[in-house]
């Protein structure tokens, strides 16, 4: 394995020069933002932590600079680019890699379990994505409810994302998404990424963040998908109180069979879904009557 395109891809002015060649635009729909400072794409590698012996899955490759970085140090990268033009770019940048397999697919149409068999054998892998905004919840969500053998997912995405993903009850961040990857990650904010890293610059501030999987959810809540559509119901309407957005999920208990349920849970109807911790949410749900 070889170190790759030898020119400083990091460079926006090479990188111009690139895209003019291979007729790249970087597209808005997409949210298209390439990094280009060397530092940033060496600190996101570090952070997702491969061995020689790891593999990766990479979401977005763009022009190839992060999955240059990642391939110098797993066993296999598999990056998955949705933009068709990118991918001679993405053939020529990598070129030298043996370990790295482009695939082109929109990766929340992709058949994840299929990639993971053919590109990693079934074994344990990490992933690695600069997010844009209009997809980084589905990307989780997706990605947590794969039932995949995901060690690690490492994100860069916007800096308001990132604080809702390590939000804590009581705050304006915590929501449906911070209950769902906190039950089944350990959430790590790392550092923080200016727009001055990225061509073309974004209009907001971004942050990486590290999801390391739990070897068991942060708490027992029986039945799973229940747990979570009792969670989405709560979250449904902020400023209603939790025993009148039970409501509109469990209105065949009747109102009394509920108003018990949050009492017997040590909570009061009056409060609000913000307000309740992963513990007290998995309290709630083993007090309510069945659906």
């Known amino acids: 394995m070889s170190e790759g395109f030898g020119g400083p891809l990091v460079s926006p002015r090479v990188l111009k020069a690139l895209f003019e060649e291979y007729g790249v635009v970087p597209l808005k729909k997409l949210g298209q933002n390439f990094l280009v400072d060397a530092n940033i794409l060496a600190g996101i590698a570090d952070a997702v932590g491969l061995g020689e012996g790891d593999m990766c899955l990479e979401i977005g490759p763009g022009a190839g600079t992060l999955t240059a970085e990642l391939a110098r140090k797993a066993k296999r990268v598999a990056a998955v680019e949705v933009d068709r033009g990118l991918i001679p770019l993405l053939q020529f940048t990598l070129q030298a890699f043996d370990n790295v397999r482009i695939v082109h697919s929109d990766i929340l149409k992709l058949d994840m379990a299929k990639l993971a068999r053919e590109e990693f054998g079934n074994a ?105 559509a009792m969670v989405r119901a709560l979250f449904a309407m902020r400023r209603k109180t939790i025993l009148n957005n039970l409501l509109a999920v469990y209105a065949p208990a009747g109102r009394d069979a509920l108003l018990a349920a949050v009492e017997a849970a040590g909570l009061s109807p009056g409060a609000r879904a913000e307000t309740l911790s992963l513990d007290q949410l998995a309290r709630l749900h083993a007090c309510l009557p069945p659906r």
């Open 124 to 228: 344990p892998f990490a992933v690695a994505a600069n997010l844009p905004y209009n997809i980084t919840t589905p990307v989780i969500m997706m990605l947590l409810e794969s039932g995949l053998p995901i060690t690690r997912i490492v994100l860069l995405i916007q800096r308001e994302v990132a604080d809702r993903l390590s939000g804590a009850p009581g705050t304006k961040e915590y929501g449906a998404l911070t209950v769902a990857v906190q039950y089944a990650c350990a959430v790590e904010p790392l550092f923080m990424v200016g727009p001055n890293c990225f061509f073309p610059r974004p209009k907001v501030d971004s942050r990486l963040v590290r999801l390391t999987m739990r070897e068991t959810p942060a708490v027992d809540v029986g039945d799973k998908k229940d747990f979570f």
